[in-house]
């Protein structure tokens, strides 16, 4: 009998990560500097960028998910409450609403385009990438941190269906849509 194929990549439930949204008219001269303030960097549409203290990820027109040490979340929220005022500008630290899945390997880029209906392409999606989705019926939000290397973040409700996903996903051999490593 043939050995079963190997995985295609591997998946991983993330340890808690400290999670801020941010709702406020991103072009309001204020809100770049309070991020810079914060360690973080005002991306541009449908991307993630690092800063020095976390990822500042491009959720909607209006909205980012800023990603920082669980520590550290309570803080920089307060800090940009402070900086962009009340009025205009939602901050609320959300840490507990999500969990971050980590997949890997060769073949991620594939078993992932097995859940999502997204072009995930090299040529489409690449490093700081970022995407709000559906992993097969549930919302998710997708990004790339490096090549074979990405990250998932779904509703905390969801994480055990999530989880499930990931695992048939990365089972079954590679059908050749994408090159391994990509």
Excluded: C
């Excluded at 991307?47 to 980012?64: K, T, V």
Aim: net charge positive; no cysteine; aromatic share 4%.
């Amino acid at each position: 009998m043939a050995e079963p194929p190997a995985p295609l990549a591997t998946h991983a439930r993330l340890p808690a990560a400290g999670m801020v949204a941010l709702k406020a008219d991103l072009a309001r001269p204020e809100v770049a500097p309070a991020l810079a303030a914060a360690g973080l960097a005002l991306p541009p549409g449908r991307r993630i960028l690092r800063g020095a203290r976390g990822q500042a990820a491009w959720m909607a027109p209006d909205e980012l998910l800023l990603l920082v040490p669980r520590a550290e979340a309570a803080a920089v929220a307060e800090g940009l409450r402070a900086r962009l005022g009340e009025a205009g500008a939602l901050v609320a630290e959300v840490s507990d609403l999500r969990i971050l899945f980590a997949l890997e390997g060769p073949g991620a880029r594939e078993a992932l385009a097995r859940l999502v209906p997204v072009d995930l392409a090299p040529s489409a999606f690449g490093p700081g990438d970022f995407r709000r989705t559906r992993l097969s019926q549930v919302a998710a939000a997708l990004w790339m941190e490096t090549p074979g290397v990405f990250r998932i973040a779904v509703a905390r409700s969801v994480a055990a269906y999530a989880g499930e996903l990931l695992a048939g996903a990365v089972t079954g051999g590679a059908s050749g849509l994408y090159p391994p490593g990509a």
